[in-house]
């Protein structure tokens, strides 16, 4: 019984291990001037090439999701000419408790961040 527990208890610490807390952006700063439909244009191709799916947009907005195995993640990603954030909306399997989450929901929006503020230096200047 006693080894039951312990490897319980390991797998739980193991288990929280993976979680850290949520990663947002919030008003991250656009370089250059650009019209807020070149900004939308830009975000919704690092979505695509990111692998996430736009699910609706609206102006100024655009709800994405991504989704790998079993696990799926939903933000909104806000902008105007300059800056945008990106907005943490719900999940699936990624144990999302109390403002933590897996890490790899935070991978998958730095990674698409890095995607997304790479392009925007590629707008020309309004």
């Known amino acids: 019984m006693k080894k039951l527990f312990a490897v319980i208890l390991v797998a ?52 994405a999701f991504i989704a790998v195995r079993q696990h799926r993640a939903d933000v909104t990603i806000s902008y105007t000419r300059t800056s945008y954030s990106i907005a943490y909306r719900s999940s699936e399997g990624l144990d999302y408790r109390n403002g933590k989450i897996h890490r790899n929901y935070n991978r998958w929006v730095a990674n698409l961040n890095s995607d997304i503020q790479r392009a925007l230096g590629s707008l020309p200047p309004a």
């Open 12 to 63: 739980a610490t193991l288990a929280g291990c993976t979680a850290a807390n949520v990663l947002n952006i919030d008003n991250a700063p656009i370089g250059v001037n650009g019209q807020s439909q070149d900004v939308g244009a830009v975000i919704e191709t690092a979505l695509r090439e990111r692998g996430w799916q736009v699910a609706a947009r609206r102006p100024g907005a655009v709800d």
